[in-house]
């Protein structure tokens, strides 16, 4: 269904009744815009520029959007240097690698996998789960038994650094263990704009260092960690991700988007909603990328040192996001 363009654009009232924070004014060019001005791509934290290259490399040879955002997240998740993704990701308390994934496509559909072990690539699994099946998701046995059925390689994906990490934290923390630090957990969140002016969007993780075995985040769950609406825009989102999962952190953005608050202004509006729900102050961090249909971006996080990548015809680069508070 098209969407008016009056509905893209936040109204007085809702400007009124306090949703709006004070820096915002209203971008009112969304609504009649309904194709990006060029391609473009924008991924989660400044160690994924390789992944926002081969990404925006593809959309330039007249790749699809979905190819290109599969095989950008798929740079990550073969880099054993990236510990929170793919092969050399943290393990589990147990010293299992545990992989969840998430992609969308323009169309709306969606795929996900969760607490996946011993497949490298999930987002591919994601992938296969989005156009080869009926369902949306597939969780561990399951989505392993699936994988090895369509003839993803089975390996072993703890490296010797990752091994190394997680013996020093058993033999650390093993009475008293803090599991959620900061530093222990990330996740590449990538949307893309291709030629056609098509979004997609994917999302890959290890999830947090050290969790309880079986734990899910936020990553293969549709509405939190990834939404695409091809007619409005997309969001991906990194942190703790109960709390992603807490407040449906992308899909409450890209409605934002629908209302008309511009990206940055959407993703500061999911972080709000995580600092209200985080009443105890607890010690962590989100951040969010959006990526509207036009090709305006923003990004939001908690607290400071959230970064992200951009690649467009000006150049891949890593930037520093916006925050809402200092701790
Ligand atoms: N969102 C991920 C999770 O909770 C971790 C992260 O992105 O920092 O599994």
């Not at 925006?56 to 190819?67: T, W, Y």
């Not at 013996?167 to 803090?178: A, L, S």
């Not at 409605?255 to 972080?271: D, F, Q, V």
Request: glycine share 10%.
């Amino acid at each position: 269904m098209k969407i008016s363009r009056r509905s893209f654009v936040r109204t007085s009232a809702v400007a009124g009744a306090g949703l709006l924070m004070s820096q915002s004014t209203p971008q009112k060019l969304f609504g009649s815009i309904v194709k990006s001005s060029g391609l473009i791509t924008v991924s989660t934290w400044e160690n994924t520029l390789k992944s926002t290259w081969r990404t925006f490399e593809l959309l330039q040879s007249g790749k699809n959007s979905l190819d290109a955002i599969e095989a950008g997240i798929m740079v990550a998740e073969d880099d054993p240097t990236n510990t929170t993704v793919g092969y050399g990701g943290f393990p589990d308390e147990d010293g299992i690698v545990t992989l969840d994934a998430s992609i969308m496509d323009w169309n709306g559909n969606a795929g996900s996998v969760a607490a996946v072990e011993n497949i490298r690539h999930v987002i591919s699994l994601a992938r296969s789960v989005m156009q080869t099946t009926k369902h949306v998701m597939l969780v561990g046995e399951g989505a392993k038994k699936f994988a090895l059925a369509n003839n993803f390689k089975e390996e072993d994906l703890l490296t010797e650094k990752s091994r190394a990490a997680w013996e020093e934290w058993k033999g650390k923390n093993i009475k008293n263990n803090n599991r959620v630090s900061p530093n222990n957990h990330d996740t590449i969140g990538l949307l893309a704009i291709d030629r056609d002016g098509n979004m997609s969007g994917g999302v890959s993780t290890s999830g947090m260092a050290w969790k309880i075995h079986g734990r899910v985040g936020d990553s293969p769950i549709i509405g939190a960690a990834l939404f695409v609406d091809n007619e409005v825009g997309g969001a991906v989102a990194t942190g703790n991700g109960e709390w992603v999962m807490r407040s449906c952190g992308c899909f409450l953005i890209v409605e934002k988007m629908r209302e008309g608050y511009s990206p940055e202004e959407a993703c500061k509006i999911a972080i709000e909603r995580v600092n209200k729900l985080n009443k105890n102050g607890e010690d962590i961090q989100v951040g969010y990328v959006a990526l509207r249909k036009d090709g305006v971006m923003g990004a939001h996080s908690l607290y400071p040192d959230f970064s992200y990548c951009l690649a467009d015809k000006n150049g891949n680069k890593s930037y520093k996001s916006a925050f809402y508070r200092t701790k």
